[in-house]
Each structure stands twice: as structure tokens, then as C-alpha cells.
């Protein structure tokens, strides 16, 4: 029995050394060493060269900012406006889950539609077949003219338009009785779908081709104006179409 207290005492007793010896060994370890060379000097800075090297654009490393155009923040708010968008409907959104690979796939779903939606717009309102499409001419109109100034009387349908009073008509008859001079003297080349203003180009006697313009401005004016023309009007304007016909007089006819 007093062997086995002793032995419990000693190492007890041991156990008690070797512990602070350890804490000795620690609080030695921890002591600050101070360096004992006295001939330790102080490093000086050459502060005019520290500016020079300031100056220097061989040692500027900073990066320079560059300005964000406006197609990088109206991306990044789109982007900042989709990601808030699902995140009020999944919460937070992890990635690689299941969610986000859904709003990816979303994502790139409505960018597809739109563009399929523009191309099948643009097909069916085809803007450029509208543009380079001739302008309609009014064939009912011009089928008319052309019946009169080949087949019809037009003294008497001038006559006629002058009894009753309508003036406008009459101006509207004797033009194409113009036209149909300038036809039958081959001063034009007639052709319904042409303009006056073809026909005016048409005409190589220049002088011809001036009175020829006046009338047509007058023809316009009256038919195409809807201007009403009174007895005293229609008297004026007819001298110009009377001083053509004198004009007309002097070519032979074909």
C-alpha cells in the first residue's frame, strides 16, 4: 500500500516539474528580442525624387476608369430588373439550381419570341414592298380620259357642259381636247398613265411647251382643286386654252 502512494506521489511530483518547465520555455519564447547593433541608421527619403516618380507616366499604374456606355447600363439595369422579377416569385435564387436554370431558360425563351415577333411583323407589314411600290395611279379616271380623247365628240361635250352652266367640266373637256391636238400633231406620245408633266417634257417647241404648262396649272387648279368656276372665270382661262390652239395651228397635222 505505501508502495503505491509513493508511486502515485512521484509522479505527481514529476508531472508538476515538466509542466513548468513548459510554461518557463513559453513566457521565454515570448520575450521580445531587441536587435543590440548600434550601428543601425535610419533609411532617409529623397522626397523631391519621390515626386519626380509621381510625375514619371513609366511608374502611373492606376487603372483609368472608363466611361460606361449607355447600351452596358440599360443591360445592366434589364438585368437587374429580370433577376428582381424572379426573385419576388423563387426568393433567393441559388446557383446552379433548379430555379435558376428555369429563369435562364425564361430568359432566352421571351428573347426568342420577341425577335420572332418583329420578323413576323416585319413580313407582314413589309414596309419595303410598300416603299418601293409605284404609286397607284387612278385608272378609273385615266380609262375615262382616254375613252374621250379617242372616241368621244369633244367640241359637243364642251358645248354641253357650257349650257349647263358647269363651267369646271368645261375646263376639264377642253384640256383634253389639248391633248388630243398635241396627240393627232405628234407633239406628245399619248398615253393614259403619263402625267402633264411628261407630256409637257414631251414638247420641243418651247414656246408651246410654256403655254402648255399654263394650262395645265389651270386644269389642275379648277379639276383637281375642286375650284368652282363662274361664267366671268371660265371666259378669262379660256383664252389661254383658245391662245394654244392658235399656237397648235401651225404645226401640220399627221
Known amino acids: ?8 506521489t512521484f509522479i505527481f511530483i514529476t508531472h508538476q ?17 531587441f536587435d543590440q547593433n548600434q550601428e543601425i541608421q535610419p533609411i ?7 515626386e519626380n516618380y509621381k510625375k514619371d507616366k513609366s511608374f502611373d499604374y492606376s487603372r483609368e476608369k472608363s466611361s460606361e456606355s449607355w447600351w452596358t447600363a440599360f443591360k445592366r439595369w434589364g438585368s437587374a430588373l429580370w433577376n428582381s422579377f424572379w426573385q419576388k416569385i423563387f426568393g433567393d435564387i441559388k446557383v446552379g439550381s433548379w430555379a435558376a436554370t428555369f429563369v435562364q431558360i425564361m ?3 421571351i428573347i426568342g419570341g420577341v425577335i420572332a415577333f418583329i420578323i413576323w411583323l416585319f413580313i407582314k407589314l413589309n414596309p419595303g414592298k410598300a416603299l418601293l411600290k409605284p ?35 368645261a375646263i376639264r373637256y377642253y384640256y383634253l ?42 386644269y389642275d ?34
Open 1 to 8: 500500500m505505501r508502495l503505491i502512494f509513493c508511486l502515485f
Open 17 to 33: 516539474v515538466l509542466a513548468q518547465k513548459t510554461s518557463d520555455s513559453l513566457a521565454i519564447s515570448k520575450e521580445i528580442q
Open 44 to 50: 532617409s527619403f529623397d522626397e523631391k525624387q519621390i
Open 107 to 109: 430568359k432566352y425563351a
Open 135 to 169: 404609286a397607284k395611279t387612278p385608272e378609273v379616271l385615266y380609262a375615262e380620259d382616254e375613252k374621250i380623247i379617242r372616241e368621244k365628240d369633244i367640241p359637243k361635250l364642251i358645248q354641253q357642259a357650257k349650257e349647263k352652266g358647269n363651267y369646271r367640266l
Open 177 to 218: 381636247l389639248i391633248l388630243k391636238k398635241l396627240k393627232d400633231k405628234k407633239q406628245i406620245e399619248y398615253q393614259f398613265q403619263k402625267t402633264n408633266q411628261e407630256y409637257q417634257q414631251e414638247i420641243k417647241n418651247a414656246k408651246l411647251a410654256l403655254q402648255f404648262n399654263r394650262i395645265t396649272k389651270i
Open 221 to 254: 387648279f379648277t379639276w383637281y382643286g375642286n375650284f368652282e368656276v363662274n361664267k366671268i372665270q371660265f371666259e378669262e382661262m379660256l383664252k389661254e386654252f383658245e391662245l394654244i390652239q392658235n399656237q397648235l395651228k401651225s404645226f401640220s397635222d399627221v
